[in-house]
């Protein structure tokens, strides 16, 4: 199993600028999920999933837009690129939301606004 | 409101120096609380789930455990290699919520 997967490792973008963060899971994981981490501050959540066709917003969700077409995909879109959008973007997953099930994360974006 | 807590924010031990991180939390229906550790450019990776107070988790090195209000994370003889910074996160009855992590530093 590869678990989760995230493309691209590294992205550069201009101010105004929109584009879509992939990420992918091979363990048939219901739940998914995307965090921002900023230094000096924990994993925030962005938006989730609970299931194909479902999601909804967390912590942070301004300016990002989520779809769940299939189980496996889960991409963030960022709509119009603005520096406070600058940092590092990890996709998770889990068997369920509910309860105490881990949560298992892929290799991360970093991503910068300019 | 749902809050989670980790000291110290740095640590810096000899190889062999045991030592605990601390995680304190405030949450309404705890449903879990996770270790994770992460590596400089790399995801959280798992590494244990307590469920109630007074339950405890062994791995290698590494020995968690929880009360009501906070969890320690016990590191006995660390290596170099244990240098990380360790996440601390709880599950209530909403979502996940981290802590800001321990980064430890462990000297040969």
């Known amino acids: 199993n590869a678990g989760v997967t995230q493309t691209p490792k590294f992205q550069v973008l201009k101010t105004g600028q929109s584009m879509t963060l992939q990420c992918a899971q091979d363990?048939?994981?219901?739940?998914m999920s995307w965090y921002r981490q900023d230094p000096g501050m924990g994993l925030r959540l962005i938006h989730y999933s609970v299931g194909a066709g479902i999601t909804d917003q967390g912590e942070v969700p301004n300016g990002y837009n989520v779809s769940r077409s299939t189980t496996e995909d889960f991409p963030l879109r960022l709509l119009s690129a603005a520096p406070s959008q600058t940092s590092v973007y990890f996709c998770a997953s889990s068997y369920s939301p509910r309860g105490g099930y881990e949560q298992y994360f892929g290799p991360g974006t970093r991503l910068t606004v300019t | 409101e749902d809050q989670v807590t980790q000291s110290p924010e740095a640590l810096r031990l000899q190889e062999g120096e045991s030592s605990s991180l601390n995680c304190s939390y405030t949450?309404?229906?705890?449903?879990?609380l996770f270790w994770y550790r992460q590596d400089p450019g790399k995801g959280p990776e798992f590494l244990f789930t307590l469920y109630s107070a007074g339950e405890e988790k062994e791995k290698e090195r590494l020995k968690a455990t929880l009360t009501k209000k906070e969890s320690f994370l016990h590191i006995t003889a660390p290596k170099p290699e244990d240098s990380a910074t360790y996440l601390c996160?709880?599950?209530?009855?909403?979502?996940?919520?981290f802590g800001t992590g321990t980064r430890l530093t462990v000297i040969p």
């Open positions: 363990m048939n994981h219901e739940y």
């Open positions: 949450v309404s229906g705890l449903r879990g």
């Open positions: 996160a709880v599950r209530g009855a909403n979502n996940l919520f």
